[in-house]
């Protein structure tokens, strides 16, 4: 492991006891956000298979109705409904935060006009607008839920890289670092310690 650049010397061993410090408690603060992130993805990963079945599961219904409308009414008459049709949509985007990930929340409403007779249509046409309603906020909420899963991803994914650099990388840096400068310092301080032994033992035999 290869040192950092510093001249072992009292003042940046303590610089250095002082920054590993700070990076120790950066790592666990890390560490912790990692640990966080990673339950609130597999809570939203079980959500997300959950409301991709949901969503399969209705659009299959969806596209059944859909056959049996065109059948029953026919594509001529469904271009004239769907012409005379004045629906109403509005969808809210607003956006929330967790762990310091910011993710869109949708508000999704829908006005289902009447405007077609109900005895030159069949009932299947009415069920269609109704299963339509409920799959478009389904797939509404399945688009925020994978959208969220998405951005959380790529942020625990950044905090690997940073954690696993401090974990591998910085923190033993720093204790190779440290440890090279204390020895280096305590092994000055024997040099001078005999160095002052011998200059003494000098001094006391000119005497």
């Known amino acids: ?23 120790k408690e950066g790592f666990k603060l890390l560490d912790e956000k990692k640990k966080v992130l990673t339950a609130e993805i597999m809570k939203i990963i079980s959500d ?19 056959y049996k409308v065109q059948i ?19 969808l809210k985007v607003l956006e929330r935060s967790f762990m310091g990930v910011i993710y869109p929340t949708f ?22 607008l109704i299963q339509g309603k409920e799959f478009t906020e389904l797939m509404i ?4 839920v994978e959208t969220k ?8 994914k950044k905090l690997l890289k940073r ?8 923190l033993p840096q720093y204790r190779e670092t440290i440890k090279f400068i204390e020895e280096t310092l305590e092994e000055m301080d024997r040099e001078e310690f005999y160095l002052r032994k011998i200059l003494k033992r000098k001094g006391n035999e000119q005497n």
């Open 107 to 128: 508000k999704f409403d829908i006005n289902i006009s009447r405007t077609h007779s109900l005895l030159n249509t069949s009932s299947f046409l009415d069920e269609f």
């Open 72 to 90: 029953y009414n026919g594509s001529r008459k469904l271009h004239f409904i769907g012409l005379a049709r004045r629906d109403e949509a509005k």
């Open 149 to 156: 899963l998405f951005r959380m991803g790529s942020e625990l």
């Open 163 to 170: 954690v696993n650099a401090l974990e591998y990388i910085h």
């Open 1 to 23: 492991m290869a040192k950092l650049p510093y001249t072992p010397t009292k003042g940046n061993l303590l610089k250095l006891l002082e920054e590993f410090d700070f990076a």
């Open 48 to 66: 997300a298979k959950e409301l991709r079945i949901k969503f399969n599961k209705k659009l299959d219904e969806i596209h059944e109705l859909f």
């Open 141 to 144: 909420k399945l688009i925020e």
